[in-house]
């Protein structure tokens, strides 16, 4: 990418943290009674035993995290960057950071088993391109 567009003008980072994801738990979850309950609890245990629970699902269904996080990242690429991912190119004015040449992701695992990623970002009109 360095090759064909220059050096990057933006590079950022995405993570979520897993233990207190609420879709997550929702997508594991058949049942809305469970995800009320903690919600509505008035007592701090309700919401303390609703994030163990978010952090035990998570570590048990990764997948769920994964998809969690794929969606994510196609908003963020979407409506944050402006960029359309069904043609392929740039939504002219519609990203944040201005038009998008060009962007290389990266996703990995940290230590404690979240995703996250790394993101390199080309705008137009940033050192003459």
């Not at 590079?11 to 469970?34: C, H, K, P, Q, S």
């Not at 998570?58 to 969606?71: I, K, T, V, W």
Request: net charge negative; glycine share 8%.
């Amino acid at each position: 990418m360095i090759t064909a567009f220059g050096l990057p003008a933006l590079l950022f980072t995405i993570t979520l943290v897993d233990d207190v994801n609420y879709r997550i738990r929702i997508y594991a979850d058949e049942t809305m009674e469970g995800i009320q309950s903690a919600i509505n609890a008035e007592n701090r245990q309700g919401l303390r035993d609703f994030v163990i629970d978010c952090r035990k699902i998570s570590r048990e269904y990764p997948g769920l995290a994964a998809l969690d996080f794929e969606n994510v990242l196609k908003v963020t690429v979407e409506h944050l960057l402006g960029w359309s991912i069904r043609e392929g190119k740039n939504k002219p004015d519609e990203g944040l950071f201005g038009d998008i040449v060009a962007f290389c992701s990266a996703v990995e695992e940290q230590g404690r088993k979240v995703l996250h990623s790394h993101m390199l970002i080309w705008i137009r009109g940033w050192d003459g391109i």
